[in-house]
Nanobody
Framework: QVQLVESGGGLVQDGGSLRLSCAASGRSFNRHGLGWFRQAPGKKREFVAALSWSVNSTRYADSVKNRFTISRDNAENTVNLQMNSLKPEDTAVYYC???????????????????WGQGTRVTVSS
């Protein structure tokens, strides 16, 4: 079992930046793909970014490409999401998730993920 805890959310102005972090406890991220999803008020949860475990391949939703960067620190057992040029439409609760066995492949669907954090809220004011 992996427990995931997100941090770094908050209120930021349009055009600002935030860095989200997700720490694992219970067991390591070893051999897990990692991803970030978000859920805006009144909308379904959607994919934001993901990376594989071994080759560090990444994938991004079109809406965040070139603005967000996902990275991992295996030694620290964390996955991060650097968010730049934030827009009001980025306002959402952001969730990190871990997918068992996604060593070289990237998981970008919710059903591919086995463990989820509780979420951290990001609000971008206009």
């Amino acid at each position: 079992q992996v427990q995931l805890v997100e941090s770094g959310g908050g209120l930021v102005q349009d055009g600002g930046s935030l860095r989200l972090s997700c720490a694992a406890s219970g067991r390591s991220f070893n051999r897990h793909g990692l991803g970030w999803f978000r859920q805006a008020p009144g909308k379904k949860r959607e994919f934001v970014a993901a990376l594989s475990w071994s080759v560090n391949s990444t994938r991004y939703a079109d809406s965040v490409k070139n603005r967000f960067t996902i990275s991992r620190d295996n030694a620290e057992n964390t996955v991060n999401l650097q968010m730049n040029s934030l827009k009001p439409e980025d306002t959402a609760v952001y969730y990190c998730a871990a997918a068992v066995g996604y060593i070289t492949m990237i998981a970008d669907r919710e059903y591919e993920y086995d463990f989820w954090g509780q979420g951290t809220r990001v609000t971008v004011s206009s």
